[in-house]
């Protein structure tokens, strides 16, 4: 089963999030092959961490799912505010590092974000939840997209995506930002994470 975490930096953490990178980065090695996407949020100066994300497939459903977020080093010590824990079905089929032409292709200075489109819940049917399809053109330019669910996987809760765009409006754009469905739309910068 595959799920979303996005782990919010609580406010001044970040000394304890460097103290632990070491014991964070070995926590998710022990997932290598479950990850398919990972990589941290950043601020406006494109430095200073603001988040992490991991979208993992674990078998063992909801209580996996949870367990892998709260027992992760950074938030057993408080170096978080909360964490958005979402299942999530991956519509690319692909891991991060799949990417056609891979990751260096994206280049140095690509832009990258991920756009969490918080929705209202919704049955999970193509009439009431939007974005339950890939983009007919999203340039080639998605990592990763897919509908975040609840636990059961039966109602609709938003759209996830990881994405190169030139700014913050066209990631944003990925989704249906018109739609009332989505109580908000929010893109953050981001940056692939790990060893890898």
């Not at 430095?47 to 994300?53: R, Y």
């Not at 509908?147 to 994405?163: E, K, N, V």
Request: proline content about 8%; hydrophobic content about 40%; overall charge negative.
């Amino acid at each position: 089963m595959e799920f979303l975490c996005y782990h919010h930096d609580r406010p001044g953490s970040l000394p304890v999030r460097m103290d632990l990178l070491e014991a964070h980065w070995s926590y998710m090695d022990g997932f290598e092959k479950e990850l398919i996407a990972r990589g941290p949020t950043v601020a406006e100066d494109g430095e200073t961490p603001t988040g992490s994300v991991h979208i993992v497939d674990l078998p063992g459903g909801p209580a996996a799912a949870r367990a892998f977020a709260f027992e992760e080093p950074t938030y057993q010590a408080g170096g978080y505010r909360d964490v958005l824990l979402r299942r999530w079905r991956n519509l690319l089929g692909r891991t991060m590092w799949e990417f056609p032409g891979g990751l260096g292709s994206l280049g140095e200075d690509s832009t990258l974000f991920l756009v969490l489109g918080l929705g209202v819940p919704l049955p999970l049917d193509a009439e009431r939840a939007p974005d339950l399809a890939v983009p007919a053109d999203p340039g080639g330019d998605l990592i990763a997209y897919g509908p975040m669910l609840s636990d059961d996987g039966t109602t609709w809760l938003g759209t996830a995506a990881i994405l190169r765009a030139p700014d913050a409006e066209a990631a944003r754009s990925v989704l249906t930002a018109s739609d009332e469905r989505y109580a908000a739309i929010e893109a953050h910068a981001w940056g692939p994470g790990g060893r890898r």
